[in-house]
């Protein structure tokens, strides 16, 4: 028996840019130690396991130590193999059952129609500076070897706001120190130096066995408001800065927000 297993990276249209991930294309549900040993031997950020269901698919995602809630580069990397491999056609939505809600896809496209991208409908995640945070900002800003402007707590990370793109460029964190931390990982961020952007970022998560991950989809589910309420606007791009570096366009949209980027197909394998 085997399996169709894609590498994809995502939010980027450049081979060995953006963030890779794994995508398995099952045609029934695993055992989830199963799948966490997948995920341990891609030992990608991500790997994502995909399961017909009704009008839907069912998506989950691994880390190489861990299963998350959300992940939004695996999302777009599941979504662009299930169009590619014609499992949907190019005009019907990606529409996926995850441990964060029915999430939906969509293909987009320029006046002229040629492709632009994919289309994320995902949660927004909102909190206030300093909001339900206790003892985390003195031991998280230690780990993080900076000084914060602001620092909010999300559902499974915390935000730092920086005072500048640099800050945030030359970062090096005690990675360490940020696994103890009683979150999945930090994002840090910045308003951005460059006009095509209105913000950048980093994402660190240790913690579930990511030292840094390239570009972090789920992040930007509370970078867009965050940045958007700053900004006063509905739409902010997104720049995060790590070594592969990857563009994500958000939308806020009450309390969902719309995440944009595209995809590439890498290598296309068979699991044993």
Not at 122 to 135: K, L, W
Not at 151 to 179: F, M, N, Q, W
Not at 204 to 216: R, S
């Amino acid at each position: 028996m085997t399996l169709p297993l894609y590498h994809v990276d995502a939010f980027t249209n450049e081979r060995f840019r953006g963030n890779p991930a794994a995508v398995c294309l099952l045609d029934r549900p695993a055992d989830a130690a199963w799948m966490q040993s997948v995920a341990a031997e891609m030992n990608l950020a991500e790997t994502a396991f995909v399961v017909p269901r009704d009008d839907a698919f069912s998506l989950r995602w691994f880390t190489p130590t861990t299963e998350v809630p959300l992940c939004g580069h695996a999302t777009l990397a599941s979504a662009h193999v299930l169009w590619e491999t014609a499992r949907l056609r190019p005009e019907d939505p990606a529409r996926f059952d995850t441990a964060s809600g029915a999430l939906e896809c969509r293909r987009v496209a320029t006046a002229s129609g040629a492709q632009a991208g994919i289309e994320m409908d995902f949660p927004a995640e909102r909190s206030d500076p300093d909001e339900g945070v206790a003892d985390g900002p003195a031991r998280l800003a230690d780990a993080l070897r900076a000084t914060a402007l602001r620092i909010a707590r999300g559902r499974t990370h915390y935000l730092v706001e920086l005072a500048d793109e640099s800050a945030v460029r030359g970062l090096r964190p005690d990675l360490g120190g940020l696994a103890e931390l009683d979150a999945n990982g930090v994002i840090v961020t910045a308003a951005s130096d460059d006009p095509r952007f209105d913000f950048v970022s980093r994402y660190f998560a240790p913690k579930v066995g990511i030292p840094e991950d390239p570009v972090t989809g789920a992040a930007h589910c509370m970078l867009g408001p965050w940045w958007a309420e700053r900004l006063g606007k509905v739409d902010v791009v997104g720049h995060q800065v790590s070594t592969r570096g990857g563009i994500v366009r958000v939308r806020v949209d009450g309390d969902r927000v719309r995440l944009g980027g595209q995809a590439v197909t890498v290598l296309r394998g068979e699991l044993v």
